[in-house]
């Protein structure tokens, strides 16, 4: 009972990232300059509306990440919990000094995946786009499972429904590559300072902790 009071509490502080995406729609918009970062690799790179099933999977797939990482590694769970709010946090901050905005395809058909499509981009306005949110979080949830698992095969599951779910921002064109590349990259260096950190500051805890325990200890028996 008090193990799953502790996983309860555990996993309530991911309703911070719920809190957090709140103010994306406000930031969506197309408000001030509208800046491009269309290049000629964009251009090359097809629409396949296959790939709107991978993209829709984020959602599932940041949920479950979480959870797992708060069963298996509390230390990794809380790691990746603080680095997605830090990175969503930085988008935002992007968003609202460098807007952006990535061109889309007419879709036409009625065929489920183009009804998925068309309901993406009806509920997802093209200005929140460098860097991608989609790999921003989906990157971090990826190195947090890499850090605690030691399975290959889940390992193995999580990395190729990750990396599905980066390309198909390209394919269905909801990014461009530079937005690919910018979101990783911070998402790399984010939780890379969240992981030293933390390291660091256990470290420092402890440490405090004995020189209060031996001061304390003196205390109590003088010599």
């Excluded at 799953?4 to 103010?23: G, R, T």
């Excluded at 937005?179 to 990259?185: G, H, S, T, Y």
Aim: proline share 3%; with cysteine.
């Amino acid at each position: 009972m008090k193990k799953f009071k502790k996983d309860l509490i555990a996993l309530s502080f991911m309703a911070s990232i719920m809190v957090s995406i709140i103010f994306y729609k406000f930031l969506n918009n197309g408000d001030g300059n509208i800046n491009s970062l269309v290049t000629n690799l964009d251009q090359t790179i097809p629409f396949l509306k296959i790939f709107i099933l991978p993209y829709i999977t984020w959602y599932g797939y940041i949920i479950i990440g979480l959870i797992y990482l708060c069963m298996k590694n509390r230390k990794a769970y809380y790691s990746s919990l603080i680095s997605l709010n830090i990175g969503i946090l930085i988008c935002y901050i992007i968003y609202a000094l460098f807007q952006t905005t990535v061109p889309r395809p007419v879709v036409t058909n009625s065929d489920i995946l183009s009804q998925l499509v068309n309901i993406i981009y009806k509920n997802d306005n093209p200005f929140n786009c460098f860097p991608s949110m989609h790999v921003t979080t989906t990157y971090i949830i990826m190195k947090g499972i890499n850090y605690t698992e030691n399975n290959i095969i889940t390992s193995l599951i999580f990395n190729i429904i990750g990396i599905l779910i980066i390309i198909s921002t390209q394919f269905i064109k909801q990014h461009v590559v530079l937005d690919l590349i910018f979101a990783m990259l911070l998402s790399e260096v984010i939780f890379r300072f969240i992981n030293n950190y933390t390291k660091e500051d256990i470290a420092k805890m402890k440490s405090k902790l004995s020189s209060i325990w031996i001061i304390k200890s003196k205390l109590k028996n003088p010599s």
